[in-house]
């Protein structure tokens, strides 16, 4: 289930890397383990080794493998940073980023680039709206009641 951007930025032909090289850039890109490139890949540990040694793939791997480099190079692109709370973020119902990776990778770019960009419109409009509030006077030492010895 291709989306239509997907499948526009899916023929526009990455620039030619290894196996090796795509794979590698996948795990920096998006900080992640070999296990779990395998995962997005549907593959084994071992057949993502064993592309970096040079075996060759099915033409099915080597589409998806394809999808998830162009999907890591958007996310560069973009600037967005691999951490904890990025690839867990929800995206368009109930899937984590990184779930949704593994389904449609261009497409699960996209939209966590519109959530991020839709928080940071957010944080500035709080920061403006923010500035024109009053200062609070006194602190909410004023309020509290005295302190007795022995609390």
Do not use: C
């Not at 493998?65 to 940073?81: I, N, W």
């Amino acid at each position: 289930m291709n989306s239509p951007l997907s499948q526009a930025l899916e023929e526009a032909a990455p620039p030619e890397a290894s196996v090796k090289e795509k794979l590698e850039y996948i795990e920096t890109t998006f900080d992640l383990r070999v296990v779990r490139v395998a995962e997005l890949l549907g593959v084994s540990r071992q057949a993502v080794y064993d592309w970096k040694g040079g075996k060759s793939l099915s033409e099915e791997n080597h589409r998806r493998l394809d999808a998830l480099y162009r999907a890591a190079r958007r996310f560069k692109e973009a600037g967005l940073k691999s951490d904890y709370t990025t690839k867990h973020r929800l995206i368009g119902g109930e899937l984590e980023f990184i779930q949704a990776l593994g389904q449609d990778p261009l497409d699960a770019v996209e939209k966590l680039i519109e959530v991020a960009e839709r928080g940071k419109r957010q944080r500035e409009w709080l920061e403006k709206r923010l500035k024109t509030r009053p200062e609070p006077q006194g602190s909410i030492a004023d309020e509290l009641p005295p302190r007795y010895p022995g609390e």
